[in-house]
Structures are given as structure tokens and as C-alpha cells.
T-cell receptor, first 111, second 115 residues
Framework: AAGVIQSPRHLIKEKRETATLKCYPIPRHDTVYWYQQGPGQDPQFLISFYEKMQSDKGSIPDRFSAQQFSDYHSELNMSSLELGDSALYFC??????????FGSGTQLSVL | AQKVTQAQTEISVVEKEDVTLDCVYETRDTTYYLFWYKQPPSGELVFLIRRNSFDEQNEISGRYSWNFQKSTSSFNFTITASQVVDSAVYFCALVDTGTASKLTFGTGTRLQVTL
């Protein structure tokens, strides 16, 4: 069965650079979520989209933005990267807000 | 506000032992869902179970079982006859109808199963 696809799997950036993470949800799922998991931490909710419209917002810095496109894929854009942005970024999708299925994550390292 | 507490930071057991991971939650909502996810060393989050607040039946799936007790706000997870492949971080999570489906995770319990 198709799962949530995230790319890239690993990303290394320098401080103050910009990063773009991509997420392809499970087909026919209507909601996409982004989570950030710092080292040794639990995942923290960043933002979600329902049918391409932003539906909820969590602890997402102003330097971050996200959108969901007409083909339902989503991108998380992070600018002016800081060392503290180094984390595992998960995308998840669901249908009707039921079970959330997570992608394998993008490991972002900011040097 | 909702909160999930996993008091056990790390558990170490020998293969074939049974192990129970504790989860206690807080929410003001009467309708909510509880989840368990497994995060193996490879990093992905693997869905294990979802339980809604109206269904207090315990569930067994192979070596896994879950004990949901609304009276004590607990949703504990037991692995019977643990195996080395069970080694992972296990997260309990909660979503209520007031939070638009976003999950609140506990801090996770790292389970180490050794030979």
C-alpha cells in the first residue's frame, strides 16, 4: 500500500540558508500535518492543511512557512536556518482526521 | 489543555520477558482518540493502534495488548514475550475533537530488549 513519501531523507544546510522539505500524502487523504522532532524529544505539531487550506497551526516559527498544492503534496519552507532547527521533520496524512500515518521523516542538520 | 505523560523514560528487559509501557493522559474533551506509535532506530513513526474514548474494550493483537481505563485516564501497552526487534521508542499520543486532529505526544519510552 502507498505510504506517505517525504523527500529528501537527509538534508545538510548552513546557518542562515533556506531549506524546502516535500511531502506526498497517501492518495485520497484529505489532511496533511507537519511535525518537528528534536533530538531525544517527542514530535511537536507545526501546521496542518485540510483540503489544501491551512487548518491548524502549532509552534511554527515565523521563519517557516508551508503550503499544500493542487496535487495535494505539501512543502515546508524554512528560511534563515538556525542551529536549533536541526531535527527530524515528519509529515503525516489522514483521511477525515482519523489515524495519522507518518512518513519516514527528513533529517535536517544545520551546521 | 491536553497532556500525555509517559513516566517511564527507559525500560530494559531480557528477551521473552513481558513488559508494560504506561501512558496517562489529560483532556477536557469527552470525545478523544488515543494512539500508540513505535519509533525504531531507523527513525520512522509506525502506527500501532488507535482507540476512541467510547470504546474501553481491551485489545490484543498478536504479542501486543492495550488496556484502556477511562476511570484512571490510562492507556497502557503490554508486549508479551518481548523480542530484540521490539527495541524502539514508543510514543503514546492523544487527539481530541477540539484540536483539529493534531496529536499531542508523550515524551516516549525507550524500550531496550536484550538477549
Amino acid at each position: 500500500a502507498a505510504g506517505v513519501i517525504q523527500s529528501p531523507r537527509h538534508l545538510i544546510k548552513e546557518k542562515r540558508e533556506t531549506a524546502t522539505l516535500k511531502c506526498y500524502p497517501i492518495p485520497r487523504h484529505d489532511t496533511v500535518y507537519w511535525y518537528q522532532q528534536g533530538p531525544g524529544q517527542d514530535p511537536q505539531f507545526l501546521i496542518s492543511f485540510y483540503e489544501k487550506m491551512q487548518s491548524d497551526k502549532g509552534s511554527i516559527p515565523d521563519r517557516f512557512s508551508a503550503q499544500q498544492f493542487s496535487d495535494y503534496h505539501s512543502e515546508l519552507n524554512m528560511s534563515s536556518l538556525e542551529l536549533g532547527d536541526s531535527a527530524l521533520y515528519f509529515c503525516a496524512s489522514s483521511l477525515g482526521g482519523e489515524k495519522l500515518f507518518f512518513g519516514s521523516g527528513t533529517q535536517l542538520s544545520v551546521l | 489543555a491536553q497532556k500525555v505523560t509517559q513516566a517511564q523514560t527507559e525500560i530494559s528487559v531480557v528477551e521473552k520477558e513481558d513488559v508494560t509501557l504506561d501512558c496517562v493522559y489529560e483532556t477536557r474533551d469527552t470525545t478523544y482518540y488515543l494512539f500508540w506509535y513505535k519509533q525504531p532506530p531507523s527513525g520512522e513513526l509506525v502506527f500501532l493502534i488507535r482507540r476512541n474514548s467510547f470504546d474501553e474494550q481491551n485489545e490484543i493483537s498478536g504479542r501486543y495488548s492495550w488496556n484502556f481505563q477511562k476511570s484512571t485516564s490510562s492507556f497502557n501497552f503490554t508486549i508479551t514475550a518481548s523480542q530484540v526487534v521490539d527495541s524502539a521508542v514508543y510514543f503514546c499520543a492523544l487527539v481530541d475533537t477540539g484540536t483539529a486532529s493534531k496529536l499531542t505526544f508523550g515524551t516516549g519510552t525507550r524500550l531496550q530488549v536484550t538477549l
